[in-house]
């Protein structure tokens, strides 16, 4: 998977992976942050939650711009990871007001404009060498995969922290208690009864003061998220000494321009126009599924919060914690190996990974009670765990195709892709059949609630969709880009990213007045309208990358 590739390739993997954790670790939890802190319903913490998620790629198009213009892409770079920085450091600041975490959020969205969009163009910029052209699509899903990497510990570190600082002042977690403090506190006292009977639960006491009880546990809980902010920013510092040390391995447009130093190469203008009419009808599509995909952090968060089982038996369990769920990968590999390694030393650590793995796991197996407590953010940890880990066996896939003459092109990958989505929320969908709505709910915790497996089994076929479509649209976007536009059409795929994450605030929108499976219904609607799309204008798509 990793063979032949340039090694400007590595550094771009680990700088984006540490980026990439510390900002997972934040979007695992802000929304529940904003909520918490600020007391705000669904539907405002939903759009500010998507006005964030837009200018975060939006602003990639002012990067661009400006490492196009001055084609100094690595000093761009550099810029947007010291902004980012000193965004979560904001962040990580307890007892902030809300104006002040909007500027931090917005410091945040501004370095990662500078950052995420010209890295992914350094990416296809090594891949114009036309003896590594061949390996472009793999380049990406390699590096997409280094994106989740740091994603798969992301929500783990944040709650952990969260739930450490409870800890140290004698509390524990329960989802149901934010909401429920913050209605207390501002005077309505109709679940008292609920209050309280979770207040002896967080605490191991009787309560006698609830309005004591609720200010110090909201103290606390939002705290221990501004905490986990401060993960986020530590891991910036990694990125940022990985970056600095080693750019020197990413390509220089400014130094070695292929038609000379700071020239790119010419293209006749009928083709870039035929190629940027085609980017730009991809992005229309890329719209669509980030509105629906991005709902992990969103709706389908809320869902993981309000609807789905608090407490899983101990099968389950093993893949809620990391341990479990890297002890579960493992032996997989293991096997792998052990089948199929190419010397006698893989297929011997093929051995004993697939024996001592099972082993370690059953340990942990034999430790968990008959009942365990899960957090909504956990769920957010399955969708970059299933990139990792099925990124290698979709690059088998299309490279064991592409032997044969049968890979499908760039834009159907994409097309494939919108129908996978939609079949994820259909998964949605049948799970919410009969649930209360949010609106009946009425900010008390529900009565009904549905099997962990519903979330696990959406987020498995939503990643597997997100494969055949996020890093074949990356590596589209390298490929069709005229020269002169490289980094700007970089942006501009994020910048349909954008506007899909602006239109995230329609799912808490619909959250807050229709039924549950109405929400979902949308987006299934939303995507295969989009499938429909793209495969009308399939042949004119393929066309630009011919």
């Known amino acids: 998977m990793l063979a032949g590739h340039p090694r400007g390739l590595y550094i771009a993997f680990f700088a984006n992976m540490g980026e990439r954790f510390g900002f997972y670790t934040m979007m695992a939890i802000l929304v529940l942050f904003l909520q918490a802190k600020y007391n705000l319903p669904e539907n405002k913490a939903g759009l500010i939650y998507s006005v964030f998620y837009f200018l975060i790629y939006a602003l990639a198009l002012v990067g661009g711009l400006i490492a196009d213009r001055t084609q100094k892409y690595r000093a761009t770079i550099l810029a947007g990871i010291v902004v980012m920085f000193c965004g979560y450091v904001i962040m990580a600041v307890p007892g902030m007001g809300l104006p002040v975490a909007l500027l931090g959020l917005l410091c945040i969205a501004l370095g990662n404009g500078l950052f995420k969009g010209n890295l992914q163009a350094l990416v296809g910029q090594m891949y114009d060498d036309p003896s590594y052209a061949h390996l472009r699509d793999t380049a990406f899903s390699v590096f997409y995969m280094g994106i989740n990497i740091g994603a798969v510990f992301a929500p783990n570190a944040a709650r952990a922290v969260r739930t450490w600082y409870l800890g140290t002042h004698g509390l524990k977690y329960d989802a149901d208690l934010p909401s429920l403090c913050n209605r207390f506190l501002d005077g309505d006292t109709s679940k008292t009864d609920a209050l309280a009977s979770l207040a002896v639960k967080a605490t191991g006491a009787p309560v006698t003061d609830l309005r004591a009880f609720a200010q110090n546990y909201m103290e606390v809980f939002t705290t221990g998220y501004n905490y986990a902010f401060g993960i986020a920013a530590c891991a910036m510092l990694v990125s940022l000494t990985v970056y600095v040390f080693f750019k020197h391995w990413l390509p220089d447009r400014k130094s070695q321009g292929k038609a000379g ?282 066309k630009a990358t011919a």
């Open 261 to 542: 130093a700071g020239e790119v190469p010419a293209m006749p203008k009928e083709q870039e126009r035929q190629r940027l009419v085609a980017l730009g009808l991809v992005f229309v599509v890329v719209i669509f599924f980030w509105m629906a995909f991005h709902q992990n952090g969103l709706t389908m968060t809320y869902f993981a919060r309000d609807y789905t089982v608090k407490a899983i038996g101990k099968l389950s369990y093993l893949a809620f914690d990391i341990r479990g769920l890297l002890l579960i990968a493992s032996t997989i590999a293991g096997l792998v190996f052990l089948v199929r390694g190419p010397s006698p030393l893989r297929r011997g650590l093929g051995a004993v990974l697939a024996l001592g793995c099972p082993a370690l796991a059953f340990w942990l197996y034999s430790g968990y009670g008959e009942r365990n407590p899960i957090e909504p953010e956990a769920f957010q940890q399955f969708n970059p765990y299933f990139v990792v880990f099925l990124t290698p066996v979709v690059i088998a896939i299309f490279g064991a195709l592409r032997a044969k003459g049968k890979e499908p092109s760039t834009p159907r990958k994409i097309g494939i892709g919108m129908i996978l989505a939609a079949l994820g929320f259909v998964i949605m969908l049948a799970s919410s059949t009969g649930l209360p709505s949010p609106a009946e709910l009425a900010g008390q915790p529900s009565g009904v609630r549905v099997s962990e497996h519903w979330l696990i089994s959406t987020y498995l076929v939503l990643t597997v969709a997100e494969l055949f479509l996020s890093p074949m649209g990356l590596s589209f976007v390298s490929k069709v880009a005229p020269p002169r536009f490289q980094g700007l059409m970089q942006g501009g795929w994020l910048g349909a990213t954008a506007l899909g994450n602006q239109l995230l605030f329609v799912g808490s929108s619909l959250w807050m007045v229709f039924p549950v499976w109405a929400v979902w219904l949308v987006f299934v609607v939303c995507c295969l309208v989009s499938a429909t799309f793209i495969f009308s204008i399939l042949k004119r798509l393929e």
